[in-house]
């Protein structure tokens, strides 16, 4: 039997591209320090000439599905990260919002064969999103261990 794993100890050979959404970006800038404070402790230079490492803003989560589609076919990273965080309101406008761009980003992810990681928060409440985006817990970091476990089991697979 053969197992195939991902690594995420050393990311210094990956290139990834961070799509945010600007769209509550309280929670979504908080993401965004955790992902990079993460990928910089393992190697990636997180610099403003970075050469491994871009990222795009865009309105809200609705968005993120066209700019990683974008970004996928220029075929100059390994992996991407979605950060968005889509919290519940009074109309249904939240069920909308995060079922298309779930199903858009795995669509995107599947069609063009890179890993996406799904970053999006979805919370009842703002504090909910405040605490899951949070300096004790901060998803932006365990997004980016998924995404450079991701990039490290696509490269053992080719």
Same mark, same amino acid.
């Given at each position: 039997?053969?197992? &195939? +794993? $991902?690594?995420? #100890?050393? !990311?210094?050979?990956?290139?990834?591209?961070?799509?945010?959404?600007? /769209?509550?970006?309280?929670? #979504?800038?908080?993401?965004?320090?955790?992902?990079?404070?993460?990928?910089?402790?393992?190697? *990636?230079? %997180?610099?403003?000439?970075?050469?491994?490492?871009?990222?795009?803003?865009?309105? $809200?989560?609705?968005?993120?599905?066209?700019?990683?589609?974008?970004?996928?076919? @220029?075929?100059?990273?390994?992996?991407?990260? #979605?950060? $968005?965080?889509?919290?519940?309101?009074? %109309?249904?406008? /939240?069920?909308?919002?995060?079922?298309?761009? @779930?199903?858009?980003?795995?669509?995107?992810?599947?069609? *063009?064969?890179?890993?996406? &990681?799904?970053?999006?928060? %979805? #919370?009842? %409440?703002?504090?909910? !999103?405040? +605490?899951? !985006?949070?300096?004790? @817990?901060?998803? $932006?970091?365990?997004?980016? *261990?998924?995404?450079?476990?991701? !990039?490290?089991?696509?490269?053992?697979?080719?």
């Amino acid at each position: 039997m053969v197992s &195939i +794993e $991902g690594r995420f #100890t050393d !990311a210094s050979n990956f290139r990834i591209g961070i799509v945010v959404a600007r /769209f509550n970006d309280l929670i #979504t800038n908080k993401l965004l320090a955790g992902c990079l404070d993460c990928l910089q402790r393992h190697g *990636l230079d %997180t610099s403003s000439s970075s050469s491994q490492l871009d990222i795009a803003w865009v309105p $809200g989560s609705m968005e993120l599905p066209l700019i990683c589609q974008s970004l996928a076919k @220029s075929g100059n990273y390994d992996v991407l990260i #979605t950060l $968005g965080a889509v919290i519940r309101g009074d %109309t249904p406008h /939240f069920e909308v919002v995060i079922s298309e761009s @779930s199903k858009g980003i795995a669509s995107v992810s599947r069609d *063009l064969s890179i890993p996406i &990681i799904f970053g999006v928060l %979805t #919370t009842d %409440t703002m504090q909910q !999103a405040l +605490e899951r !985006a949070g300096v004790k @817990s901060n998803l $932006g970091w365990n997004y980016a *261990l998924q995404a450079l476990e991701m !990039a490290s089991l696509m490269k053992s697979l080719s």
